[in-house]
Nanobody, 122 residues
Framework: QVQLVESGGGSVQAGGSLRLSCAAS????????MGWFRQAPGKEREFVAA????????PYADSVKGRFTISRDNAKDTVFLYMNSLKPEDTAVYYC???????????????WGQGTQVTVSS
């Protein structure tokens, strides 16, 4: 069974930082594109960032550009999301995902983690 396991969520005040981690259970899974999405209550799941296997391609949503950084450690089958200057509007459940190509749409990601809650208070 393929699994993606997120960790690192929590509660933080505005302006603070968090680091999310996502560990993949299979090397073949982590050889593709890894991405982060988020879903706030009452809203659709939205793209945050993605990264290619080699790390040379890493698009971001405009709302997080300059504040969030995605990276990956292929030797450990792990992808990270460093979140700085957090805002209350960043509050959401954050999901890790894996797929064969760089994309901002959820349909292109075939495997998903269970999600980790990030809460930013003002």
């Amino acid at each position: 069974q393929v699994q993606l396991v997120e960790s690192g969520g929590g509660s933080v005040q505005a302006g603070g930082s968090l680091r999310l981690s996502c560990a993949a259970s299979r090397r073949t899974l982590s050889s593709g594109v890894m991405g982060w999405f988020r879903q706030a209550p009452g809203k659709e799941r939205e793209f945050v960032a993605a990264i290619s296997w080699g790390g040379s391609i890493a698009p971001y949503a405009d709302s997080v550009k300059g504040r969030f950084t995605i990276s990956r450690d292929n030797a450990k089958d792990t992808v990270f999301l460093y979140m700085n200057s957090l805002k209350p509007e960043d509050t959401a459940v954050y999901y890790c995902a894996a797929g064969p190509q760089i994309a901002t749409e959820t349909i292109y990601y075939h495997f998903w983690g269970q999600g980790t809650q990030v809460t930013v208070s003002s």
